[in-house]
């Protein structure tokens, strides 16, 4: 029997591009890494930075690049799983490599920063204006828990609002330089790129998953998986970058111990959803009740 595929009619072109630029972005992803883990000299912001980028191409290299290709798989790369996984890695590409091009100085990675960033956005638009939402969300199963993870998603959303909106205020008001929320040591110009990015992008994404998934709608199941993947694997980068500058004996290197905490919260709500996200062949006796939830109007 056929495997069942959630590519809408009429957008097949446009699926074959986005798995075209998706195997681009999964190979810029690949050789950036590597080129920032094994040439020395590359990152030129002194030696905390290089270290917490390394810290950053690790993770990329052996969690991201790999779980991307997977998701290209001809057997695999129409189901459900390797579409929301798909979704989840490009947008962890966009937020990390954000970092690499508007935060570091000029490097000579810079080329390969801009084509793996505008690729990973490409394929990620196109990847999700090829994908049938609504059939999508329909996979996950009626118990889902999506008030629990909506919960989750906002309790990380909002103390993340409250730090940066703090700082800034503080700063506009009366002067004070806003401190890195995170124990990485970095410079300011990385903790002004952090609150305009978290303030910008990560916060309303959040924020609109939580209500929409709380309310089921269909946009809100890929949203809220987005987010929770790729916010898992920011955190454990943030971990790994840590490291790296604790090993390469930065001043004021520390380990944020607040962080194991931040990943299990992500990780438990990504696997709350995942958990009950059905295989691609429904069975007959829950097909038509699980259609429910995937409510795509108002």
């Known amino acids: 029997m056929a495997t069942q595929t959630f590519t809408p009619p009429g957008d097949h072109t446009t699926a074959t591009a986005a798995r075209w630029l998706t195997t681009g972005a999964a190979a810029l992803v690949a050789g950036a890494s590597a080129a920032g883990l094994w040439l020395p000299g590359l990152y030129t912001d002194g030696a905390a930075v290089e270290a917490m980028f390394r810290g950053y191409d690790l993770v990329t290299l052996v969690v991201v690049a790999p779980l991307l290709t997977l998701t290209l798989v001809p057997a695999w ?31 000579t990675g810079l080329l390969a920063h801009i084509a793996t960033f505008t690729t990973s956005l490409y394929a990620l638009v196109l990847s ?72 910008s992008l990560l916060v309303p994404a959040y924020l609109l998953a939580a209500v929409w998934l709380w309310r089921r709608r269909a946009w809100g199941y890929l949203l809220a998986t987005a987010v929770l993947v790729a916010g898992t694997l920011h955190q454990v980068s943030y971990i790994s970058g840590m490291l790296f500058q604790w090993a390469a004996d930065i001043p004021g290197a520390a380990f944020d111990t607040y962080e194991p905490i931040i990943v299990a919260l992500f990780a438990v709500a990504s696997g709350l959803l995942l958990v009950h996200l059905r295989p691609a062949k429904p069975d007959a006796a829950s097909t038509a009740p699980e259609r429910v939830p995937a409510r795509t109007g108002r």
């Open 77 to 107: 790369r129409d189901r459900p799983a390797a579409q929301l996984l798909r979704v989840s890695m490009l947008t962890y590409c966009l937020y990390n490599y954000a970092y690499y091009l508007f935060g570091a100085q000029l490097n």
């Open 128 to 199: 999700l204006v090829a994908l049938d939402v609504g059939q999508l969300a329909a996979r996950f199963r009626r118990r889902t828990p999506v008030r629990t993870v909506a919960a989750i998603i906002a309790l990380l959303a909002v103390p993340l609002a409250v730090i940066q909106v703090s700082g800034l205020a503080g700063f506009a008001l009366t002067g004070t330089v806003p401190q890195e929320p995170s124990q990485l040591v970095v410079p300011l110009a990385f903790t002004r790129l952090g609150a305009v990015l978290d303030l």
